[in-house]
């Protein structure tokens, strides 16, 4: 009967999967691993490149629509489609429009990638009176929504010195902020000395939504359409560090946050 069982027991033991050999373990550094793993990576940096990529926002030009703490989406695909890799154009079918949200290489430095708004296109005649946008001598919409402040809730770029508006850009309803004006900082005007700036063909202009906070096509000119990378879509996740020190917070109603608008 003794036997009986320890035959059995070897019976069933044959049937188990065997351990892991070193010989398994050194075909998992194999050639063809690593080739395997090479191509996986090599998709993934193409596609950020060409179809998709998610960006982190440090700064506060672009608040309250797009929040320090967001990572967010940029779909490289909104306008043409760039070769990985290269800034070969492939196939195009459009340009940034008025109200677009773009993501784009600085024109001072093009290792260095911007977002902004664009608020004039190739053409444009652009210009800021007392903090009003006009464009092609069309002012810009603004409704005062300060009754209501709660979306200043949770950013800390001197909001209680800020006044919150809905603009209408040319059919595009969003989000800006300007400073309160005072004799030490009056409202905003552009461009000094000229009725209107004309941006163009080939560019485009662009502008914080946070406008007195932010460093723009007003300071250092249009943005070459070649050096667009797509256009921000949704804000993926986001988190929020208080000055106070306490813990880091997550924005929850700010994941899937759509930008458009």
């Known amino acids: 009967m003794s036997e009986a069982n320890n035959e059995t027991t070897v019976s069933m033991n044959t049937n188990e999967t065997p351990a892991v050999t070193t010989k398994d373990r050194n075909n998992a550094w194999s050639f063809e691993s690593l080739r395997s793993l090479a191509l996986i ?30 990572r967010l989406l940029a779909w490289k695909l909104a306008y043409n489609f760039k070769f990985p890799f290269t800034d070969w154009v492939v196939g195009s079918w459009g340009t940034p429009k008025r109200g677009d949200i773009i993501v784009f290489k ?41 009754s209501d402040r709660s979306i200043l809730n949770d950013i800390e770029d001197d909001k209680d010195i800020k006044l919150l508006f809905r603009e209408n850009l040319e059919g595009t309803d969003h989000w800006v902020m300007h400073n309160k004006p005072t004799a030490y900082r009056p409202a905003s005007n552009y461009p000094a000395g000229e009725t209107a700036h004309r941006v163009p063909e080939g560019f485009v202009f662009v502008v914080g939504d946070n406008r007195d906070s932010s460093s723009d096509s007003r300071i250092w000119g249009d943005v070459p359409l070649d050096y667009v990378r797509g256009k921000a879509m949704f804000v993926i996740w986001s988190i929020f560090s208080p000055r106070d020190g306490s813990w880091w917070q997550l924005r929850l109603s700010r994941f899937g946050h759509s930008l458009n608008g």
Not at 132 to 137: A, E, W
């Open 106 to 146: 600085f024109p001072n430095d093009p290792d260095i990638d911007y977002v902004k708004r664009v608020v004039a296109v190739g053409g444009d005649d652009v210009a800021v009176v007392d903090n009003v946008l006009y464009v092609n001598g069309k002012a810009q919409q603004l409704t005062d929504l300060n």
């Open 41 to 70: 990576f090599l998709a993934v940096f193409a596609i950020r490149w060409s179809i998709a990529s998610p960006y982190h926002v440090p700064t506060a030009s672009m608040e309250p629509t797009i929040k320090v703490g967001d």
